[in-house]
């Protein structure tokens, strides 16, 4: 009988443990109106294969119903960058991404934080992030850059993600074999 007990207490710890967290947008990580901007994930985490990516704000003058603004997202590839079309929004504050089942949009898998989209021509924040710590500032277009044991900041037109934020995905053999065989002909 203990088995029994030991062995549903470690398979539902390992159910709660597996979760989808929308890590960008933040409410210290904003978007800027009819630019490019990032929407990332914890996609190591999650049990989901796919879903629905819908934008939402508490304020009904601003977005008086959930906007889909990416019909199939895969889960595995971590991070998306938002166009100009998709973030067409108002700048306002209120702004919640929700990641939801495909077939039905109710069903809500993730939601950010409440989150900020500021006017065209903001500034944009960068976020650095090393092991085991973070931190914040402005930039005028989307970075980040990752280091083991130190921070370090980048800047540049379009985002990046660099050292072992890449590690964080998962790769099998054969893709890296891929990866590997590209490199030596190119």
């Known amino acids: 009988m203990f088995h029994r007990l030991a062995l549903a207490s ?3 710890l390992g159910v709660v443990s597996a979760q989808l967290t929308i890590t960008s947008p933040s409410a210290d990580d904003w978007w800027v109106a009819q630019s490019l901007n990032i929407l990332a994930w914890t996609c190591n985490t999650s049990p989901y294969e796919n879903f629905t990516v ?13 906007l889909a603004i990416i019909a199939v997202q895969d889960n595995f590839d971590c991070s998306v960058t938002i166009t100009q079309q998709q973030s067409a929004q108002p700048a306002g504050t209120g702004y919640v991404v929700q990641l939801a089942n ?3 949009g109710t069903d809500v898998y993730a939601q950010s934080e409440p989150f900020e989209i500021k006017a065209l021509g903001t500034a944009y924040p960068t976020t650095t992030f090393s092991a085991g710590s973070s931190a914040t500032s402005s930039s005028t277009s989307p970075t980040t850059t990752s280091s083991t044991g130190s921070s370090a900041t980048s800047s540049s037109a379009s985002p990046i993600i660099t050292g ?9 053999l054969s893709m890296a074999a891929a990866l590997a065989f590209s490199v030596v002909i190119a």
Do not use: G, H, K
């Open 10 to 12: 470690v398979t539902f």
């Open 54 to 66: 819908l934008l939402t704000n508490s304020n009904l003058s601003i977005l008086p119903a959930p």
């Open 102 to 104: 495909i077939i039905n």
């Open 164 to 172: 072992a934020a890449l590690s964080q995905y998962p790769v099998s």
